[in-house]
């Protein structure tokens, strides 16, 4: 019998502990492949810092390191700068990576660090129940804009894609979205041209991939990924935002 | 080799160097300057790694990380930047990392002023970060014990895989001293098995560098283990120096520059008739807590002098246990002790005032 699908080795068989209709599982399994794809399996390291994905650890089968709130791009400095050969990412939320951590994510892309930052962008503080966020959307609620997000108190979303991708020491930024297959095929693209970006050396690379929260969006995971493309994906829109040759 | 002539922060970054340090993750603070500047230039000279971060706390998570990774790896700073970096400090200690964090105390609290203090004793003894934790730290009285000890804590951290911090003050930092390199005493090192270097799926188990235990008995199993690693260090780790305590009526308990100018004021008062001595805890954590409880059966009262409003006398204190009286004389805000002053203070103890 010939084998022509199979999970990827370093995906680990645990029953996750995301909501159903989150994204998060997509995203963990479209790393692994993209890893096993270009024969970096023993020599990728990954830095998931506190949020939803915290626990990475327990899926993706790579050494790793859980991270302080938005310390990962620091953390991932640290660990491709003894070992420059090995493949260092960050996995982090939009609570981590744009709020708490944007200092370490924009110095991270400044100095052209040779990492990739896997970031998840689902407007909202998963892990902690549903606060807003700095991509939160305006009028959107959540459990600290009960009466939706209100530009004139606290402004507005931030377009992290767009603010690195005007950094010099940026290869390679994009954004991509998780709602579909065609945009799930996608990302795994965006995926693989920012690891191969960190193996040839060209600097800093992210894909921001627009993600599902359905459980603190108080959606179903059928409306969740409906609204990801009638509201998210205007306010976040898709596409390469940097491309160093 | 022979001895060179060199400030206090350069010698404990020449210090590091020495000690196999290649990898070094700071920012700007006075008086702590010329540890990242120094760096920056001799780090390319061994091909090691000199990176300024955007931040402590950055510059700290770097540190986690190149430590991870199984690196020697260093950061200095002073007091607000140290609080900045509490947080990583604390991580560090529960994903039982080995570094090296020098403290170059400056006055506070708040933006404080630059010069010489030692009011961090709280934040670096007293596990200034979140969580049951405990630094090994050094206090060097001497550029000469600065380097000797950035040297032996790269060794200590490493073997018992708790970070180490140097607490220095402005006066180590910025005086010039003679100072040999002289190498520690060689451990028996394990290798770092641990470390996150790439994993080929067989050879070893997988690293995982982690502070997050989400179960009550995991994480209470994790800080008892550290606490039986923290009671090895205490046993074998202390380190002090006693002074004139041979005939002592009045035991003075000082560390880092502080008990140089005690030393002074010593020689006045046995000028004086007055038979005073020194215990100087080298080691702040551990803390000499029974040398100073065995000197309480033999000496007459205690004198705890620090630049401070008074912090490391409550360990003076919970050693003496009521024994006997221990008073306390602080200069702080960046004002130093005089020698003068001390013996006034040891003077009105010998008099009974």
């Known amino acids: 019998m010939t084998t022509v699908f199979e999970k990827p080795k370093r995906f680990i068989s645990e029953k996750m502990h995301y909501c159903p209709g989150c994204t998060h599982g997509t995203a963990h399994r479209l790393v692994a492949e993209v890893i096993e794809e270009l024969g970096m399996n023993d020599r990728a390291v990954g830095v998931a810092p506190v949020g939803c994905s915290v626990f990475a650890y327990n899926y993706l089968d790579y050494d790793m390191y859980q991270a302080a709130h938005g310390r990962a791009p620091a953390v991932a400095t640290g660990a491709k700068r003894v070992h420059p050969d090995n493949l260092v990412f960050t996995y982090q939320g939009d609570g981590d990576l744009a709020s708490i951590g944007a200092a370490e994510i924009v110095h991270a892309a400044a100095r052209g660090e040779n990492i990739t930052a896997i970031f998840i962008n689902n407007a909202i503080y998963g892990m902690t129940g549903g606060q807003m966020a700095p991509t939160t959307l305006v009028g959107q609620s959540t459990t600290t804009s009960p009466y939706g997000r209100d530009a004139s108190l606290c402004g507005h979303p931030i377009r992290v894609s767009e603010m690195l991708a005007t950094l010099d020491g940026a290869a390679y930024i994009e954004r991509v979205s998780l709602h579909d297959v065609p945009n799930i095929n996608k990302a795994k693209r965006a995926i693989k041209k920012a690891f191969q970006t960190q193996i040839d050396k060209k600097g800093f690379s992210m894909v921001e991939l627009l993600s599902t929260c359905g459980t603190n969006w108080g959606k179903s995971p059928i409306e969740a990924i409906e609204w990801l493309k009638s509201d998210m994906i205007p306010q976040y829109p898709l596409g390469v935002y940097k491309e160093v040759d | ?315 003076v204190r919970l050693a003496v246990n009521g024994e006997k009286p221990v008073s306390f004389y602080g200069t702080t805000g960046g004002v130093v002790p005089t020698p003068e002053g001390i013996y006034d203070e040891i003077k009105k103890i010998a008099e009974g005032k």
């Not at chain 2, 009011?119 to 007293?126: E, L, T």
């Not at chain 2, 997050?212 to 205490?234: F, H, P, T, W």
């Not at chain 2, 010593?266 to 007055?274: F, L």
């Not at chain 2, 100087?280 to 205690?302: E, L």
Request: include cysteine; charge should be neutral; charged fraction near 20%.
């Open chain 2, 1 to 315: 080799m022979s001895k060179v002539l060199m400030k206090g922060n350069e010698a404990i970054a020449e210090a590091a160097i020495k000690a196999g340090c290649k990898f070094f993750f700071g920012y700007p603070i006075t008086p702590q300057n010329q540890i990242p500047e120094y760096m920056s230039k001799r780090m390319p000279q061994v091909g090691g790694t000199f990176l300024q971060a955007e931040s402590e706390v950055a510059a700290i998570n770097m540190v986690y990380g190149a430590s991870g990774a199984g690196a020697r790896v260093m950061t200095s700073s002073s007091s607000p930047g140290i609080s900045l970096k509490q947080e990583g400090i604390s991580y560090i200690a529960c994903a039982e990392l080995p570094c090296v964090i020098v403290n170059i105390v400056r006055s506070g609290p708040g933006l404080g002023g630059i010069l010489p203090s030692q009011a961090d004793y709280f934040q670096s003894v007293k596990g200034g970060g979140h969580g049951d934790y405990r630094l090994i730290v050094y206090a060097p009285a001497s550029v000469q014990e600065a380097a000797d000890l950035v040297m032996e804590s790269f060794e200590v951290s490493d073997y018992y895989r708790v970070p180490a911090m140097i607490l220095g003050d402005g006066m180590i930092g910025q005086m010039m001293e003679p100072v040999e390199f002289k190498a520690p005493k060689k451990r028996n090192l394990p290798p770092k098995v641990w470390a996150a270097t790439g994993w080929d799926g067989k050879s070893r188990k997988k690293a995982i560098i982690n502070s997050l235990y989400i179960q009550a008995e995991e994480m209470s199993a994790v800080c008892n283990r550290l606490d039986g690693v923290y009671k090895q260090i205490a046993k074998n780790e202390t380190l002090y120096e006693e002074y004139m305590m041979d005939d002592a009526q009045i035991c003075i308990v000082a560390y880092g520059t502080t008990s140089r100018i005690c030393k002074n004021a010593i020689t006045t008062a046995r000028d004086n008739g007055i038979k005073v001595g020194l215990i100087r805890p080298i080691t702040v954590w551990p803390y000499p807590t029974d040398v100073i409880k065995k000197a309480a059966s033999k000496v007459d009262h205690f004198l705890a002098i620090e630049m401070s409003m008074g912090q490391m006398v409550e360990d």
